[in-house]
């Protein structure tokens, strides 16, 4: 089983030839699904943070099809590294992981967990990766039995997202509160270097090549741009993108990236390969989009709007708004499930 999962942590690489470049996202196409979702219906799952509960959504007729409780303030949907299960983040209270059977839709009997306020999972799928925040700490659960193995503390405050790196060997998070990126080995289990970049880091993504990460910094209002090939991550520059950015999803065939501005309502669009922006939509009369997911078939980028109480959904060819729908209060890491990939590597849409 382990060469099985170095394995595809290869061939996820590409040895490729000079004329192809390496697309980390190349099993995340439109309509690429993996056979381990066959016959799950498509539906849209609403952490509604202020509620304490999960609304369900039928992307087809953008209709709310339930809303189940669940422990107090959630924050995100997250799918799990087989894909056979979702995991609701609940942080207060409690404190748990709600799972939820993504077939019937329907919850199950949370597992208590300490302050898990995202949730993410290594590349080779043995560990499910809990980002206690408040705790300062990652802990890592057994992903068979989702029991604590072994934690990592951080250098930082406010650790809250990440990405991984092309090997699945290291990853990059960012810690809100002390306005630092951390890089971390997976091998060693250790902090091999931090980075202080001021203002409040929040989503982290790789580019397709490989090459360097972005991060969106709502106080910062645009992405910091990091080389994250050594040991400590260094910044190569910064791209304006719009007050509060907050959430990056890239697009199904890899070319753009998609960054939600929550403090001014509105979504920029970069181009990779170009490192430049090319459009921004702006919502019209102002929202808060905030965290989401591209469709499977990429026509749409579904965002929560965290003060607004509704989810935003966006054609991803022009921008257009195509419909805001009432849901509850607070909604924040909404998942569109299933999507594209092999496996997840967390948070609300983060595969490869």
């Not at 309509?31 to 959504?57: E, F």
């Not at 039928?58 to 422990?71: A, E, G, H, I, Y």
């Not at 080389?227 to 791209?239: E, H, Q």
């Amino acid at each position: 089983m382990k060469l099985l999962r170095r394995l595809a942590v290869v061939l996820s690489l590409a040895a490729l030839s000079p004329s192809h470049a390496l697309n980390l996202y190349a099993h995340t196409a439109a309509g690429m699904l993996s056979p381990a979702v066959k016959g799950v219906p498509a539906r849209v799952y609403v952490p509604n943070g202020l509620d304490s509960t999960v609304s369900v959504i039928d992307p087809k007729t953008f209709k709310v099809l339930s809303t189940f409780r669940v422990d107090t303030e959630p924050q995100h949907v997250v799918a799990a590294h087989d894909l056979q299960t979702l995991y609701v983040v609940s942080d207060k209270g409690r404190q748990s992981l709600t799972p939820i059977d993504p077939r019937s839709g329907q919850p199950g009997k949370p597992v208590p967990t300490p302050d898990p306020y995202n949730l993410y999972f290594t590349p080779d799928g043995k560990y499910a990766l809990v980002v206690a925040e408040n705790q300062a700490r990652l802990d890592f659960l057994a992903v068979k039995t989702m029991t604590p193995a072994f934690s990592i503390a951080v250098p930082c405050q406010g650790v809250n997202h990440m990405d991984f790196s092309p090997d699945g060997q290291h990853l990059l998070a960012a810690c809100e509160f002390s306005g630092d990126l951390i890089k971390l080995d997976l091998t060693s289990r250790g902090v091999t270097g931090k980075l202080h970049v001021g203002g409040m880091p929040q989503d982290v993504r790789i580019a397709p090549d490989g090459k360097v990460y972005y991060v969106a910094d709502m106080m910062s209002n645009g992405l910091h741009v990091i080389d994250g090939s050594g040991p400590v991550p260094k910044k190569i520059g910064f791209i304006p993108t719009g007050k509060g950015a907050h959430g990056l999803y890239p697009s199904r065939d890899a070319t753009r990236l998609f960054i939600s501005n929550r403090d001014e309502g509105s979504v920029s669009v970069l181009n990779f390969a170009k490192r430049k922006l090319i459009a921004k939509w702006k919502i019209p009369g102002g929202g808060s989009p905030d965290m989401g997911s591209v469709s499977a078939d990429g026509k749409q980028l579904w965002l929560s709007g965290r003060r607004s109480n509704v989810v935003y959904v966006f054609d991803t060819k022009s921008g257009t708004l195509l419909k805001k729908i009432k849901v509850g209060n607070g909604p924040h890491g909404l998942t569109f499930f299933p999507q594209p990939g092999r496996y997840s590597l967390g948070h609300t849409g983060n595969y490869r």
